[in-house]
Nanobody, 121 residues
Framework: QVQLVESGGGLVQAGGSLRLSCAAS????????MGWYRQAPGKQRELVAA????????NYADSVQGRFAISRGNAKNTVYLEMNDLKPEDTAVYYC??????????????WGQGTQVTVSS
């Protein structure tokens, strides 16, 4: 079974930076995309950023465009989220996800346990 391990969350003051990391416990046969969702208390889960397997296409939520950067690691089963100029409204639990396919073309989806990001004023 594939596990996604997240790290890098923490407490930071407004204007600061954090780097989130997510790594799969083993190499996936075929990865369609990886990315990050977040959920703040009392709010719905939202997609923050996503990146395709080859790393050539990225998508960002409007609220983080220009501040966050998503990238793939050299191993291709890792993904990072560089968060700059953090704001209190970025406070949330951030969840890494991976979507891919088995060698039989069956669609699979995996999620990390979540890492807390807290931005103070």
């Amino acid at each position: 079974q594939v596990q996604l391990v997240e790290s890098g969350g923490g407490l930071v003051q407004a204007g600061g930076s954090l780097r989130l990391s997510c790594a799969a416990s083993r190499i996936i046969f075929s990865i369609d995309d990886m990315g990050w969702y977040r959920q703040a208390p009392g709010k719905q889960r939202e997609l923050v950023a996503a990146i395709t397997n080859g790393g050539g296409t990225t998508n960002y939520a409007d609220s983080v465009q220009g501040r966050f950067a998503i990238s793939r690691g050299n191993a291709k089963n890792t993904v990072y989220l560089e968060m700059n100029d953090l704001k209190p409204e970025d406070t949330a639990v951030y969840y890494c996800y991976l979507r891919g396919r088995t060698n039989m073309r069956k669609e699979v989806e995996y999620w990390g346990q979540g890492t807390q990001v807290t931005v103070s004023s």
